[in-house]
């Protein structure tokens, strides 16, 4: 599974970053996952930040601004141009940034640091099914304070009813790489977190999961 961890962060350049917010946070959020942008999934991400918190799987960093001030951010991504334009956005609150693939583990410098560690529509787009992404939530997890949260969104393949423009997506991202979640249910999300973490929740809006996980098993 690992010879190909790159494929969904290939999709993002400056031109598909110009159309993301409107495409992926307006049109599908709404239409195709059923999952809108500022009644559920900015609300969950304001809702667990931390006053020192790593995005990570930037995108453009819409979120990041709507954060209050007194948050520290740090930006974590594969890809050299999500990190720019998350950067940009976010602007001075940005402490500090690494380009870096989840797959492989986080340098001890970023160990045992932040409060709070964002994933939102990260793990669908990683390859292999969530057993293998777990190797990712492993080295994710590191970066976490002990009492640290990990919260996010992910879109589900299985256990979850998509509608006409979602299955079509879903078949054209699955077919490129840029997405990875055909097997991807809640069931597994929390098993996968609940055998890393003592407390997780996981919410289910259209189709996608809406989970937090917090007490990091070491
Ligand atoms: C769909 S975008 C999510 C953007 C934003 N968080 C949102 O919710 O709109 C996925 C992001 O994850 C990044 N990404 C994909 N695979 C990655 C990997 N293996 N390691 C780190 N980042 C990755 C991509 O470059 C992209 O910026």
């Given amino acids: 599974m690992q010879n190909n961890t790159d494929a969904g962060a290939r999709a993002y350049n400056p031109v598909t970053l110009k159309l993301y917010d409107w495409w992926v946070l307006k049109i599908s959020n709404q239409y195709a996952w059923r999952c809108p942008t500022d ?9 667990h930040a931390g006053d020192n918190h790593l995005d990570i799987g ?29 950067s940009a956005k976010a602007g001075h609150r940005v402490k500090d940034h690494l380009q870096h693939d989840v797959f492989k583990p986080l340098p001890q410098s970023w160990h045992d640091r932040f409060d709070s560690i964002s994933l939102f529509y990260l793990l669908h787009c990683l390859p292999g099914s969530l057993n293998d992404k777990a190797l990712a939530i492993d080295n994710i997890a590191r970066a976490l304070k002990t009492e640290g949260t990990l919260f996010g969104a992910t879109i589900l393949g299985e256990g979850v009813a998509h509608n006409a423009f979602g299955r079509k997506l879903m078949n054209v991202y699955n077919k490129k790489g ?13 098993d996968v977190l609940t055998a890393r973490f003592e407390r997780v929740d996981v919410k289910i809006e259209g189709t996608v999961a809406l989970f937090t996980a917090s007490g990091r098993r070491d």
Avoid: C
């Fill in 39 to 47: 009644t559920v999934l900015l609300p969950h991400f304001k809702a």
């Fill in 178 to 190: 840029i997405f990875s979640n055909r097997p991807d249910s809640a069931g597994l999300l929390k």
């Fill in 58 to 86: 930037v995108g453009t960093g819409y979120y990041l601004p709507h954060l209050p001030a007194t948050v520290e951010l740090s930006l974590m991504d594969l890809n050299a141009s999500s990190l720019q334009a998350a």
